[in-house]
């Protein structure tokens, strides 16, 4: 995939399964491949007055500062989510609010890719994600450099 830089210098890179390239996508933060459940809870998609608002979804990567998320239901660019996300690998559950900041179509199947930024409103989520990021089984992530 070829794409045009600054200067009319062109940029090549590897595409990856989003066709984005990946020396093109810009990161905050490293991310980790991981695919965990998460609830999403998003009070205004609640049409039917006995309905949850809740829809399953999987993360497929997750980093300190957000998540891509996996679904079947899409959302509008700026809704701001409760999400529950279940980490398997550490047993523990990540309750944190994320605002929606992209939204791509699979190409091969009815599911949706979402781009989520957290909004950390309590240190307790941030500690929580550099425990289950970058902790050893047994280790205290505050320990780490």
Not at 12 to 18: E, K, S, V, Y
Not at 59 to 83: A, E, M, N, Y
Not at 115 to 124: A, K, T
Request: net charge neutral; with cysteine; glycine share 10%.
């Amino acid at each position: 995939m070829d794409f045009r830089g600054i200067g009319g210098r062109e940029l090549t890179g590897r595409a990856n399964h989003t066709g984005m390239s990946c020396e093109m996508e810009k990161r905050k933060e490293k991310r980790f491949i991981e695919q965990d459940d998460v609830l999403i809870k998003d009070e205004g998609l609640v049409l039917d007055p006995g309905a949850d608002g809740v829809i399953y979804g999987l993360t497929h990567d997750i980093s300190l500062s957000g998540t891509r998320i996996i679904s079947q239901q899409v959302f509008p660019v700026g809704c701001v989510w409760r999400l529950l996300i279940d980490f398997k690998r550490t047993n523990e559950f990540l309750r944190v609010d994320g605002q929606v900041k992209w939204v791509k179509k699979s190409k091969n199947a009815q599911l949706f890719h979402i781009g989520v930024e957290f909004l950390h409103s309590y240190p307790d989520t941030t500690r929580l994600l550099i425990k289950h990021l970058y902790g050893r089984q047994g280790e205290d992530p505050s320990s780490l450099s």
